[in-house]
């Protein structure tokens, strides 16, 4: 089993910059890609950016160029840093680890709020 915890979330106005992180623990060898989800109010649950065990990166069209995905392989960590918020991105973000057995995002954090007000 893999624990996900994230931290960083909360209120920011328009243009404004946030950082997400998320910590791993537990069967950390059983990950292979690490990211973020976000699902707004009444919309579904979305991929945000992610990033796998090479670096390679994968970011959703609407926050590219805006948030950079990083990870820290030694320390089990994968941050989002966030900048030019737009009241659009005003979700709940969710770290989110793949299985490296099944290939599925499988394990998930709590889910951190994040409000970009206008």
């Known amino acids: 089993q893999v624990q996900l915890v994230e931290s960083g979330g909360g209120l920011v106005q328009t243009g404004g910059s946030l950082r997400l992180s998320c910590a791993a623990s537990?069967?950390?060898?059983?990950?292979?890609?690490m990211g973020w989800y976000r699902q707004a109010p009444g919309k579904q649950r979305e991929l945000v950016a992610i990033?796998?065990?090479?670096?390679?990166?994968n970011y959703a069209d609407s926050v590219k160029g805006r948030f950079t995905v990083s990870r820290d392989n030694a320390k089990n960590t994968v941050s989002l840093q966030m900048n030019s918020l737009k009241p659009e991105d005003t979700a709940v973000y969710y770290c989110?680890?793949?299985?490296?057995?099944?290939?599925?995002?499988?394990?998930w954090g709590q889910g951190t709020q994040v409000t970009v007000s206008s």
């Open positions: 537990g069967s950390i060898n059983s990950i292979n890609a």
């Open positions: 989110a680890a793949q299985s490296i057995y099944y290939m599925d995002y499988r394990y």
């Open positions: 990033i796998d065990n090479g670096g390679t990166t």
